[in-house]
């Protein structure tokens, strides 16, 4: 009997770009990545199930049918870095989130996973995203190898009970996920036509989806679809704005914020807001009165 050959590792240099593999799946984008007992990162990528890791400027690969474009693409190495960047304010706060993690990148994800994850993020933390997403694929998934099983279609998720949802650890979100399967799966929603319009077209018909207001919108066009004006505005968030943008005032209102964060943070706001998400989650001074950084380069 031949034994099966191994897949191609993949190789790319990060230089000059470079990536922090743990901060980016760890930065509440994505829930299906864990880390291994070497340091190295198993999870998937357009639906198959890989190993990454890095080694000094080199970003490694390994999956079935896994290819150069894909990882790439995925962890938005392809994307104007510089210009992104450049277009960023004079902002001392942004500055420190930077400085906090600079190769943190935001990725491109599949839309209908991302869309079920955050809409099973209301009142939850990453780690019950991410247990939520592992229950949906061990109870619901395609088989695709020993323990391993694909993210359940929206078709799939669509015949499914709410009772069988509920036992994936999703409370109330079951009937919110099991109507957004179903809007999906007949085509009242297209997620494919959503990658053609405008952002604020594109916002407006995710949230037509059952369980799907404006941030987790924004969260599914930034995460993706690479739309980088979008700027959800969580607890996370709103706290980090609320103390160091509004000088802790309880008045302001999210409209505002979202009015305010669309013209000071730029064209590129969402990455920006990855840079707070990140800081104001890990880093105990991030809400100091600390002398603020200059800015990042």
């Known amino acids: ?27 509440g984008q994505a829930f299906s ?14 639906g198959r199930p890989c190993l990454v890791w890095r080694h000094d400027e ?3 690969a390994v999956g079935p049918d896994l290819t150069h474009e894909a990882v790439t693409r995925y962890f938005g190495l392809d994307g104007p870095l510089r210009e992104i960047f ?46 939520i997403n592992a229950e949906l694929r061990r109870a619901l998934g395609e088989p695709v190898g020993p323990e391993l099983h694909a993210f359940p279609t929206a078709a799939r998720l669509a015949h499914a009970t709410e009772a069988q949802l509920r036992a994936c650890k999703l409370g109330f979100r079951a009937r919110h996920l099991f ?17 053609t319009m405008r952002t604020f077209e594109a916002r407006e018909a995710l949230m037509r989806i059952q369980g799907v207001g404006e941030k987790v919108a924004n969260c599914v ?3 993706a679809y690479g739309r980088l004006e ?22 302001v209102k999210l409209a505002r914020m979202a009015d305010f964060s ?23 001074k991030a809400l100091a009165a600390a002398k603020p950084a200059k800015k990042a380069r």
């Open 1 to 27: 009997m031949t034994a099966r050959a191994e897949p191609p590792q993949i190789s790319l240099s990060l230089a000059p770009r470079g990536l922090d593999l743990d901060a980016t799946l760890t930065s």
């Open 33 to 46: 990545w864990k880390r291994t007992t070497d340091g190295r990162w198993r999870g998937w990528i357009d």
């Open 58 to 60: 080199v970003l490694r």
């Open 86 to 131: 450049a277009s960023f304010p004079d902002d001392p706060w942004l500055a420190q989130a930077r400085e906090f993690s600079p190769g943190l990148r935001v990725l491109r994800q599949d839309p209908w996973e991302t869309l079920c994850n955050f809409i099973c993020s209301a009142l939850k933390q990453i780690v019950q995203i991410a247990q």
């Open 179 to 195: 109507v957004a399967a179903r809007q999906i799966a007949q085509g009242e929603v297209s997620l494919e036509q959503i990658a």
């Open 221 to 223: 066009l930034l995460f």
């Open 230 to 251: 979008a700027f959800p505005i969580d607890v996370w968030v709103e706290r980090v704005l609320r103390q160091l943008y509004f000088k802790g005032s309880t008045r």
């Open 262 to 284: 669309r013209d000071h943070f730029g064209p590129h706001g969402g990455y920006a807001q990855q840079f707070l998400f990140h800081w104001i989650r890990n880093d105990p």
